[in-house]
């Protein structure tokens, strides 16, 4: 987090969650991604960051799973492909001496094969994935409504009513 204060937290700016900085689950999954891929993931976290513009840890906490999960999947949807590739051009060279139309065939079958072998399971990573996203959305967007960031100006809504608190309102 960032802002000024002393050790009890008190100071006199408001503390802001920077994902780019504080976000620690997003990071986790670029561990062994390519460069191009975090370059990607940099950018993709610092527009969530001036889109979302969290107040607290909590909304920061959010973002950062949300964040997180996006890239992963972004991330298993690319390994997929390059599988695939990568069997397709092997499938290809081992079949090299065959004719045209009988290479096509074998390596479209093999490559059926692959694909039912593990759709399954990476339909069932990426719904998971999905619904994790959409959870922490729904959430997030809770938190903003219950506790909406003050206006920099507005001075008055940043200091505490002080008085009995009754019946959920506040008795002077």
Known sequence: MSGNGNANGNGTQKKTWNLRKDGILWKKVLDYSTKEFQKHAEAFVAQL???????????????????????????????????????????????????????????????????AKTSMYTLRYEALLDQGFHRDLILLQKLMEMAPVPAAGDRKSLKPERGLIEGGSIVS
């Open 49 to 115: 960051q001036e889109s979302v513009q969290p107040a607290d840890a909590l909304q920061g906490l959010l973002l950062d799973r949300m964040a997180a999960g996006y890239l992963r999947q972004h991330l298993m949807l690319e390994t997929e492909g390059a599988a695939k590739e990568y069997y397709r051009h092997k499938l290809a060279r081992d079949l090299s001496k065959e004719p045209e139309a009988v290479r096509t065939a074998h390596i479209a079958a093999d490559l059926l094969i692959l694909q």
